[in-house]
Nanobody, 122 residues
Framework: VQLQAFGGGLVQAGASLRLSCVAS????????LGWFRQVPGKEREFVAA????????NYADSVKGRFAVSRDNAKNTVYMRMDSLKPEDTAKYYC????????????????WGQGTQVTVSS
């Protein structure tokens, strides 16, 4: 499956963004999905994940209560709503897919999108 993420941008602290990730080339509902982020010089960090049906989600403590992940299997798309953005949320955000159950480790995911940059100014 191929993944392509959209929706990043430059915003001020406190603003909101919605990231989208569109999948092609596979059966979307076969995959659990995750969002990760990375800043230069640091390891890729888990942000959020959602299971194949959307009935189960998981979040990093740093974004819990501010970010919300959802999916629309009919549109082959996973979303992540990001509210109350902080400068420390600045990173390149990646969506990823796994044919197994989601996890908070990047190694679980077999397929990755190209990333979309989110920059939050103070």
């Amino acid at each position: 499956v191929q993944l392509q993420a959209f929706g990043g941008g430059l915003v001020q602290a406190g603003a909101s963004l919605r990231l989208s990730c569109v999948a092609s080339g596979g059966t979307f509902s076969d995959y659990d999905l995750g969002w990760f982020r990375q800043v230069p010089g640091k390891e890729r960090e888990f942000v959020a994940a959602i299971n194949w049906s959307g009935s189960s989600t998981n979040y990093a403590d740093s974004v819990k209560g501010r970010f919300a992940v959802s999916r629309d299997n009919a549109k082959n798309t996973v979303y992540m709503r990001m509210d109350s953005l902080k400068p420390e949320d600045t990173a390149k955000y990646y969506c990823a897919a796994t044919s197994r159950s989601y996890a908070d480790t990047a190694g679980r995911y077999e397929h990755w999108g190209q990333g979309t940059q989110v920059t939050v100014s103070s």
